[in-house]
Structure formats: structure tokens, C-alpha cells
């Protein structure tokens, strides 16, 4: 049966400063959650108070609905990847991957059968026999991932494990990481930087920001409803232009910004707040003849630059001196200096609060 994971008011310090300010969430059993922010935000801290790697000033981390804060670590039953691997050397992949079930005494027969079940599941068959120093980074982290697994941890634990991997070989790792999660029904908590990561491999993402949590939300939620300023412009590219409230027209906001009126619908979770506007550059389309378009923001812009990117082009434009970005077809032509109207969807301009 997987294990639920409960953060409860958690303070960390490191001296004189507060690295974690009263952090607060809950993982059901077997979800993959993967914590997202910025290098120094404490996202590794809390990954590491939740392995029992570090005690906390205040607060209570939870296993199944029971306190562990006093449990120590090789009691929680949980198994971490590290970003360096942190593989013996000296050891073959086979030895690497049966050193947990060696230190629990598991029986040699026993140990043996669970070896190759990882093995197999990793992708590894056929280089039990090879030492580290033999195999490309990918393998090299598929090992740590299989002496991760191979111990029936309750709970899994990843600190930026991709982050020495290669563009392409990052994406496939993650993918088979997520894979062997489904399969096996653990409880997964990832710790990454890499907004992609924890778009495309995650049940639930949260974001960190200063020792916070700002957001919690589904990938496709916190891409496209975020909830603050930051959330919107770290995760994902973004225009984020600044604004101030109008007044409401039925169902949508008028908002004043240097860009001109815009109108927008995502505003009913904004309290007393400055606000700025997020609008993704894939939501601005090029208008190529004077029409009415119903529910669409109609901005002019002077082509600036634009730049082929393979499987798109972006535009970048000048509205009133205010740079915009734009993501078109690969196939769009389009002469810089040129004037153009771009059509943007009512509910695709998100109004977000600002951090004080």
C-alpha cells in the first residue's frame, strides 16, 4: 500500500537565516509531485527534512497520518537519487544496485531475484557485470535509480537527478523515471529547476519561492492559471506586462496597461492585490485583414526581430515602446519593421497578483 506524505508548518534555519517559512502540504499515496523553484528556495531542504537528512525548527512531516520527526532516517524506509549518482566505484552495477538489500540482511536468494527485477526494469540487462566508469551518464543514473527501487522503498525521493544528463537523454530518463513510478505505485517527490521536468512527468507541481510555497496545482493549471507573477514567468515563457485594475464588464475585467485596454476573465482569485498580466506567447495570433473578431484583444506591434526556433517563429514586436513576444508557425513570413494586429483570446490574458 503506498504512503501518504504530510508537511505541517515546517521552519528550517541555517544559522540567522530562515530557509523554510512555515511550509505546509499533503502528497497522497502514489502521487508523483515534483517541487519547482528557483536554486535557494529550499526546495532540497525540504526533501532532505522529509528523508530525515535534517531535523526542522518547527513543524511535522507525516508518513501515513503518523509523526516521523523523530524517526531516523534509515527507519523511514524512503531511498533518494542524487544529482552526482553517488555510485561505488569500485562495485559493479550488480553490486551498486544489491548494497541496500545487503545492509537489511535481505536473504542471498531473495536478493539476487529483486536485483534483476531491477535490472530488467531499468533497462540494464546485460551490464550487471560492468563498473561505473564503463557506462554513459543515462546508465549510470539508471543504476541509482534501480538501487533506489530495488529496497520497496514507501516513499522515493529525487534531488535533480537529470541535471548532468544532456538535453536529449534528460528527456528519455524522465520519462522511464515516470514510468517505473506508475509501475511500481510509489510516492514520488522530485526536486528540479527545470520547469519541463516537472511539466511533463508530474501528477502535481509546487512552487517554491523564497523558503514558500506559492502554488500547488496540476501541470496544466499551474501553466495556465497561475496564480502570481512569479509562478507565470518561471514557469513557462511569458509576457508579463504590469497593470492596474479596471472595472468589470459581465464576465470579463477591463485592465489598464502600457499596452493599451485589455480585457480579461481570469480575475476572481485577485483580492486587494497589484496585479500584472500574463499572456503566452502562444496565444497571440497574427491578424492578416481587418476583421471583428468577438472576445479577442486587439493589439498593433512593429515587428522587431524574428527569431526560428525549428518548430516555431518567434516575434518580437514593439507596443509602445513595450516589447511583446509572440510564438507564430515556423512557416510564417513576416519582414521585420512591419506593422502587424495580433488577435489575443479574452481568457487567454490571465491576470496574476504581484509578490510585495
Sequence with gaps: MATSVSVNNVVKKFGNVTVLKGISFHIEPGEFVTLLGPSGCGKTTILRIIAGFLDPEEGQVLFNDKVVNNVKPNKRNTAMCFQSYALFPNKTVYENIRFGLRMRK?????????????????????????????????????VALARAIVVNPDILLFDEPLS??????????????????????????????????????????????????????????????????????????????????????????????????????????????????????????????????????????????????????????????????ASVPKDYIIEEGATIDFAIPRDKVLVVGCEK
Design 106 to 142: 535481505v536473504p542471498s536468494d531473495e536478493q539476487r531475484q529483486r536485483v534483476e527485477n531491477a535490472i530488467a526494469m531499468v533497462n540494464l540487462t546485460g551490464l550487471g557485470d560492468r563498473k561505473p566508469y564503463e557506462l554513459s551518464g543515462g546508465q549510470q543514473q539508471r
Design 164 to 325: 548532468n544528463l544532456d538535453a536529449k537523454l534528460r528527456e528519455r530518463v524522465r520519462m522511464e523515471i515516470r514510468e517505473v513510478q506508475k509501475a511500481m505505485g510509489i510516492t514520488t517527490i522530485y526536486v528540479t529547476h527545470d520547469q519541463a521536468e516537472a511539466l511533463s512527468i508530474s501528477d502535481n507541481v509546487i512552487a517554491m519561492s523564497n523558503g514558500t510555497i506559492v502554488q500547488k496545482a496540476s501541470p496544466r493549471a499551474i501553466y495556465d492559471y497561475p496564480s502570481t507573477e512569479f509562478v507565470a514567468d518561471h514557469i513557462g515563457a511569458a509576457n508579463i506586462i504590469p497593470a492596474e485594475m479596471g472595472s468589470a464588464k459581465g464576465d470579463f475585467v477591463e485592465v489598464n496597461t502600457p499596452i493599451g485596454c485589455l480585457y480579461a476573465n481570469n480575475f476572481h482569485h485577485i483580492k486587494d492585490q497589484k496585479i500584472a498580466l500574463c499572456i503566452r506567447p502562444e496565444d497571440l495570433h497574427p491578424v492578416l485583414k481587418k476583421e471583428r473578431m468577438e472576445n479577442m484583444n486587439i493589439i498593433t506591434g512593429k515587428i522587431r526581430n524574428a527569431i526560428y526556433m525549428g518548430n516555431q517563429l518567434d516575434l518580437f514586436f514593439l507596443v509602445n515602446d513595450y516589447l511583446i513576444r
